[in-house]
């Protein structure tokens, strides 16, 4: 007897979006090993996880290749993950003003290993590469300019890594004596106080206006 089950018909795939495409292109540009991943995330954002070594390269050909076509960076970032053995990622925001479309480039790094500056094709991130060393100690070789940005010069530490303590490792006061502001290790005081946590109102024998009510039922009676 012969088989009369129709054939299975296999569904198309869907056809890429825009920003799909983009990734599949940036991918498809640069050689083997530049780029680890891509994607696109929550609110149809392009990302892309690349080599730290190669970044100087992607960065120029994601600006000049007309496909792409990224002439600005419109910010730069950190995050910290203190369990990974390269615990930063930079994160960096691009915009292409002419096809617009914005892609977000991530790298790793430790605290010891630089990162190839970009300040070389984007002039603008000088000022965001140097708020990612002061708030997280991210070396950034090639930058001229690397200096603190949000603390102060003599400032210890990187306040938005994640085991910087919550009240830091100096304090800051002027002193009348010397008629200079001086730094100190930080000084937590607290006068001792005994707390017996009783309720206000448990140790009070007579509410508040109540010889009111007694004085009243004396009148009456």
Known sequence: ???????????????????????????????????????????????????????????TMLRDDPRFAFNQCVDLCGVDWPGRAERFEVVYNLLSLQLN????????TDAATPVPSVVSI????????REAWDMYGIVFEGQPDLRRILTDYGFEGHPLRKDFPLTGFVEVR??????AVV???????????????????EGMTTLPGDEKVHLNRITRE
Request: negative net charge; charged residues 25%.
């Open 174 to 179: 002027y002193d009348p004596e010397r008629q």
């Open 101 to 108: 479309h914005r892609l977000r480039v991530v790298i790793t």
């Open 1 to 59: 007897m012969a088989d009369e089950t129709l054939p299975t018909e296999i569904a198309e795939p869907a056809p890429l979006t825009a920003l799909e495409q983009l990734v599949a292109d940036v991918i498809a540009a640069v050689p083997a090993g530049v780029i680890a991943s891509g994607r696109v995330v929550r609110g149809a954002e392009a990302e892309i996880f690349a080599a730290r070594d190669a970044l100087p390269a992607l960065m």
């Open 122 to 129: 984007w002039p603008s991130a000088t000022w965001y590469e």
């Open 183 to 201: 730094y100190e290790p930080v000084k937590l005081q607290q006068d001792f106080r005994n707390f017996d946590f009783l309720s206000p109102w």
